[in-house]
C-alpha cells in the first residue's frame, strides 16, 4: 500500500474542492487549478479532508495513487499560499532586474536576457543577484525556474551562474602550469 497515497489531504478554510469524475477543480486565493487524474484513482471528499483511493491492485494503479495524491496536494498548497523558488546568480558583472513584469539578465553576453512570465508567475529581485519565481502552480514555477537557470547554469571551474538556492556546485580543479607530452 502506498504510504503517501494514503494520507488525506486536509482543505484549508478559504479553499474549494469541486470532484467531476476524473476532474479536480480547486480555487483559492491565489488562483484556480483543475486537473484530469487517471481513471485508477478516485478522490472522495469528507468534511473537510480529500482522500484519493485507487480502484485496484494492479501495478500501474500502485505507481499512479501516491502521484496523484501528491498532484491534488500542491494543487490545494497552491492556490491556498503559493509556491516560490530562488535562485542565486554568481559572477562578476551578471545581475538581474525586473522590468514591468519581464525579469531581465545581464549575464556576461553581449545582449541582455530578457524572460517574459506565464499566466499566473511573478518575478522579484533582491540585491540584483537574487531572483524569486513565484506562483500557484508548482509545475510552472519549477519550468520557469529551470528555463532562468539555463541561460548561463553554474560551471564547474570558477562557478559562475545562476543557480538554485541552497544548490551544491562541484568544482573541478583546473590546469596546472606542468609540462605536457612531448
Known amino acids: 500500500m502506498s504510504r503517501i497515497g494514503k494520507r488525506p489531504i486536509t482543505i484549508p478554510a478559504k479553499v474549494q474542492v469541486t470532484i467531476d469524475g476524473t476532474k479536480v477543480l480547486v480555487k483559492g486565493p491565489k488562483g484556480e487549478l483543475s486537473r484530469d487524474l487517471p481513471v485508477n484513482v478516485t478522490v472522495s471528499q469528507e468534511g473537510e479532508t480529500l482522500q484519493v483511493v485507487r480502484k485496484d491492485d494492479s501495478r500501474t494503479s500502485r505507481q499512479l495513487h501516491g502521484l ?25 558583472g551578471y545581475r538581474a532586474q525586473v522590468q514591468g513584469r519581464n525579469l531581465v539578465l545581464n549575464m556576461g553576453f553581449s545582449h541582455q536576457v530578457n524572460i517574459e512570465p ?65
Do not use: C, H, W
Open 118 to 182: 506565464p499566466e499566473g508567475i511573478q518575478f522579484a529581485v533582491e540585491n540584483n543577484t537574487n531572483v524569486i519565481v513565484s506562483g500557484y502552480d508548482k509545475e510552472i514555477v519549477g519550468n520557469t525556474a529551470a528555463k532562468i537557470r539555463a541561460v548561463r547554469p553554474p560551471e564547474p571551474y570558477k562557478g559562475k551562474g545562476i543557480r538554485y538556492a541552497g544548490e551544491v556546485v562541484r568544482r573541478k580543479a583546473g590546469k596546472t602550469g606542468g609540462k605536457g607530452k612531448k
Open 68 to 92: 496523484s495524491r501528491t498532484l491534488v496536494a500542491n494543487m490545494v498548497e497552491g492556490v491556498s499560499q503559493g509556491f516560490q523558488r530562488r535562485l542565486e546568480i554568481q559572477g562578476v
